[in-house]
């Protein structure tokens, strides 16, 4: 297995995952919060599509999916079209109420984009520093193995939260 494979092979359970945690629900169990402060799963599954888009895009020097293909005008959130989410308050996670199909839309989207990235990549490309904001700075193969990981612990929120759901 070659590097692009296995990249692929890891950021393809992403919207598999995503797709088996939002099957069936509707708009009152995608907003779902067991706290005011909580998060939802239409945020989760949003955010973690929406840090993947911004940041694959930018290691690719390519836009977002979330501009260039509509999405941000399809899900008209009260948010200008960077944001991601990250360090959003209680009410702005509570103003992402959008329905399974616009999530997973969005997502097999980013995945599309995502894939046809990672298919050009060989293992010199891993080394290559994508940011020196950081000490030490990051690395392409270290920024893709973050995005993936935010991805992954995200969808085990939206799981656990879909159980509470469940059992309610």
């Given at each position: 297995m070659n590097v692009a494979d296995l990249l692929i092979?890891?950021?393809?359970?992403?919207?598999?995952?995503?797709?088996?945690?939002?099957?069936g629900l509707d708009e009152a169990a995608l907003t779902?919060?067991?706290d005011p402060q909580a998060n939802?799963?239409?945020?989760?599954?949003?955010?973690?599509?929406?840090?993947?888009?911004?940041?694959?895009?930018d290691v690719a020097g390519t836009e977002q999916s979330w501009t260039i293909d509509g999405w941000a005008e399809r899900a008209g959130l009260p948010f200008g079209p960077s944001d991601t989410g990250y360090g959003h308050t209680s009410e702005q996670v509570g103003q992402v109420?959008?329905?399974a199909d616009l999530l997973l839309g969005y997502l097999d989207d980013v995945h599309r984009r995502t894939v046809e990235y990672l298919a050009t990549l060989g293992p010199e490309d891993l080394d290559r520093v994508v940011d020196t904001s950081w000490?030490?700075?990051?690395?392409?193969?270290v920024r893709l193995v973050s995005i993936v990981d935010d991805d992954v612990a995200h969808l085990g929120q939206a799981a656990y939260l879909r159980g509470l759901i469940e059992r309610r």
């Open positions: 092979e890891s950021y393809s359970r992403v919207p598999e995952t995503a797709a088996r945690v939002v099957a779902y919060r067991p939802s799963i239409s945020w989760l599954v949003w955010h973690l599509a929406r840090g993947q888009d911004a940041q694959v895009a109420r959008l329905d000490d030490p700075p990051v690395t392409l193969g």
